[in-house]
């Protein structure tokens, strides 16, 4: 158990030709507390692995520094670094069974044999492998594979745990399932654990905080909540969620402390939140970040009337949609037995603390004032 | 125009029974959905539809007419598969005409030209024709698609997985276009997918496949709140549905059912217990399936509610999945996205019976729920 640092962190990939892109990690610093579960979420391409790697020690870091516990481990072996990893790929030793494969690594540290055999047989039922313990890697299942491989990186007692996509490979309900255990394991060793993935519902499901990466750099560090509620930039608001939030180009209309979001559709529009009154002006161009859940129907009114355009029972929840211009749909959810037709009038109210604007060039979202 | 029929299809792979006699009936321009797990026969019957695999047994009918031995290419069907390649070097106009230019279905540039436009205009992009694939949104990549199956005037638009490819963000936003051109295709349509979402969006029939077997066909609604069986209850919705074996006693005149041998009994809505009543005799055991938005927790005891412990709480945004075990069981239930709790904290369930769904314990089959009748009505 240790806290995990990371100072000014880059990395720089040499014989590449020279643009912006030659940093695949790119001034990035994270403050892991002791214990905690931290997701490391992207798209591909973002440097979510290049910066496991790099604190695993199997990429070099060509600037800032790396601490684990009170070690700068930035010239350590990754051997020496106190580290569990788990691949994707969960490459079990073919010939050996599952307890010599989760023995291997306290074998090659010289342990004695009856620790090692302690070890394992405490760690087996923690991710429920003890009844594998004599079965080749060729008989089990995706899901058992993972546990064993995961297994195999904590009887290390490693002072970090780095999980690279420990759940891609696996199909729905074994994802959910191992999910759920690594939940509770890390609940019962409290073990500093990073997750690299570019699930966002796997990063909110099992971490503490989730540092969101794009092109190199870090976006925005925060709880799920955090990131999910006050999406710092266009990016980050994109790519949290599912359903996924509303994000459009709309034009601010009106004066005074009566604004709205006029929609590209002619006619189109909706009360723009008084928390946004003072930093708005007529004109101004501006994109809307709203939930489906955030949406609120009324009956119409001169603040805004639209007709639903499409209405769906998913069961759970109700959609209803309205095409509000090139080609895109407002969409909001109801869980009430109501249903809409298809040209029905109604009104619609956003909800005034989750309704988010954007800068369209910079892309970072613009403040309300709070009165 | 096509109304088509399958009667007692049966195919098989090797020695697997891909199709195990399947009856269908898709109604003249009805969007019908086919929905299942993989494997349970959706894309094979679709290509039986379209003259691509040879049925052992059963017929294919098109307007009544026998079509099992026409050639795919006479059936008349267009077919869009899982990854619509549109040609990256045409332009919208060119991919769209590309079906027409085929050396089989030769026309005149003019009557393309006026075939394209009307789709493209039908479609929603009828302005975008000189553009590039790579010059189009995702939305309007999907339409081409479309278009360039619709151009040809096919008598059966069958859709394979179109969104399946799509990453689940998208996949939301090109299911509500796809339901809103729905209206626009006025062509019989089968599509075929796994995720019920889709199913209960976009068919106005659903049939539900497993292993071969239709289990059951109807509306959306239908499969959602009166499922035929457990498997279809399990199918649609998430979390999956939570099954519970059920045990009836009568307290005071009134029927209570008991969940998984818990001590707590919770009272049966009375035209639920009347149907059970009726078949009190001939089920041994009795299930009850209650969705995980039916079944809300708090920290104190209530009246009736079962006692357990946070097993696990996960945040995926709009809403938080809790799941509790109660004795060796586990439960999994909708709770608000901002809800807190330390894992192993003691917990208290109360599924909501008005919204549970009883089953036949014994062959899985459906049996009944509160409000049945009215849930369906006009529908």
Known sequence: MAQLILKNVYKRYENKKKSAQDYAVKDFSLHCEHGEFIGILGPSGCGKTTTLRMIAGLEEITDGAIFIGDRK??????????????????????????????????????????????????????????????????????????????????????????????????????????????????????????LVTHDQMEAMSLADRIAIMKDGQLQQFGTPLEVYDNPVNLFVAGFIGEPPMNLMKVTISGEGERFYFEFPRQGIRVRVPKKYSPVVREGMEVILGVRPTDIFITEPSEDSEVSVDVFENLGDEKRVSIDVGEEDFLTLTTEDERRYTKGERIGLIFHEEKTHIFDPVTEERILGVQK | MAHIALEKIEKTFGKVQALKGVDLEVRDKEFFVLFGPAGAGKTTILKTVAGIEFPERGLVRFDGEIVNLVEPSARNVSMVFENYALYPHMTV?????????????????????????????????????????????????????LGRCLVRSPKVFLMDEPLAHLDAKLRHLMRTELKAMQAQFDTTTIYVTHDYTEAMSLGDRVGILNEGKIVQIGSGDAIYYTPANEFVAKLVGEPEINLMDAEFVTEEGELKVRLDEAPQLFPVPTDVAAVLRDNYDSVKKWRVGVRGTNIPHSFEPQLTSLEGVVYNLEPIGNKSILTVKVGERLYQSVAKNDMKAELDTRIYLEPDITHALFFNGDTGQFVTRHNQAELLQGR
């Open chain 2, 93 to 145: 106009f060119d991919n769209i005409a590309s079906p027409m230019r085929s050396p089989r279905y030769k026309e005149s540039e003019e009557t393309i030209r006026e075939k394209v436009q009307k789709v493209a205009d039908m479609m929603g992009i009828g302005h975008l024709m000189d553009r590039l694939p790579s010059q189009l949104s995702n939305g309007q990549r999907q339409r081409t698609a």
């Open chain 1, 73 to 194: 481990v930035n010239d350590l072996h990754p051997k020496d670094r106190g580290i569990g990893l788990a691949f994707e790929d969960y490459a079990l030793y073919p010939p050996l069974n599952v307890y010599e494969n989760i023995a291997f690594n306290l074998r090659a540290q010289n342990l004695p044999a009856d620790e090692i055999d302690r070890r394992v047989r405490e760690i087996a039922p923690l991710m429920k492998v003890e009844t594998l313990l004599d079965m080749k890697p060729a008989g089990l299942s995706g899901g058992q594979k993972q546990r064993v491989n995961i297994a195999r990186a904590l009887v290390r007692r490693p002072q970090v745990l780095l999980l690279d996509e420990p759940l891609s490979h696996l199909d729905g309900k074994m994802r959910q399932v191992l999910r759920t255990e690594i939940k509770r394991i890390h609940n019962k060793i409290k073990c500093t654990t990073v």
